[in-house]
């Protein structure tokens, strides 16, 4: 299996609620980096933890990275329908010149 | 400050033929980095380049495919002969340094290659 594996694979949420996504990985990083894709399109920077922070926000955007377990979360409050997109968490592993790995997705439909 | 710029943002090719997907990394950034995604999938990295420099090329097919960053112009990835297996969408990203810690990555558009 590959570095940073999000789950669910989808989500499926009513416009306001929250949406809450995880990713695991396997081996030491540098930071932990989610982004996100609206179809057909380039990615999107939402943010960025360091190995050495538990917990940061932005905006409606909560990320928690918990290094003992080697997983993260990324929490959209309020969520709006134009937060429909896939959402990709990305490592950047120690020594590995900074190249991202990315996990496959997660596809998140928020219905209005 | 204009973002990474890639170009064509679509590329159509008949197998067999070559596509070259171009790269303008942000100003002042000499770091680029190439994703291939195929569809549903996430990206996956395919080479490292600092001007005129391959840093890391772990990525990459070891066949028709080719990259290069000159000290002038965009960074060029050059497929040759290309299959449709080699339809995909191709993502440049670009930083300032690398090694650092805190470094987020900022990504182009994407060129989408469709063979045909």
């Known amino acids: 299996s590959q570095q940073g594996e999000e789950d669910p694979q989808a989500l499926s949420i009513q416009e306001g609620e929250n949406a809450t996504m995880n990713c695991s990985y396997k081996?030491?990083?540098?930071?932990l980096q989610w982004y996100r894709q609206n179809s057909g399109r380039g990615l999107v920077h939402l943010i960025l933890i360091r190995s050495n922070e538990r917990e940061k926000h932005s905006g409606r955007l909560r990320v928690t990275l918990d290094t003992s377990k080697k997983s993260s979360s990324l929490l959209i409050t309020a969520s709006r329908a134009a937060d429909t997109a896939s959402y990709f968490c990305?490592?950047?592993?120690?020594?590995?010149?900074?190249?991202?790995?990315f996990g496959k997705g997660i596809t998140l439909s928020v219905r209005p | 400050n204009a973002g990474v710029m890639q170009n064509p943002r679509h590329l159509v090719r008949r197998r067999g033929q070559e596509a070259r997907l171009r790269c303008s990394p942000m100003k002042g950034h000499s770091h680029v980095y190439w994703y291939r995604q195929l569809p549903e999938e996430g990206l996956k990295f395919m080479v490292y380049?600092?001007?005129?420099?391959?840093?890391?090329e772990s990525g990459m097919p070891k066949e028709r495919f080719s990259a290069e960053f000159p000290k002038e112009g965009p960074s060029i990835l050059r497929i040759q002969q290309v299959v449709r297996g080699d339809s995909a969408a191709y993502f440049c990203?670009?930083?300032?340094?690398?090694?650092?810690?805190?470094?987020?990555?900022?990504f182009g558009q994407g060129t989408r290659l469709t063979v045909v």
């Open positions: 081996t030491s990083i540098n930071n």
């Open positions: 990305a490592t950047d592993q120690t020594g590995a010149n900074s190249k991202l790995t």
């Open positions: 380049l600092q001007k005129e420099n391959i840093i890391d």
């Open positions: 990203a670009s930083s300032p340094i690398s090694g650092q810690t805190s470094t987020e990555a900022f």
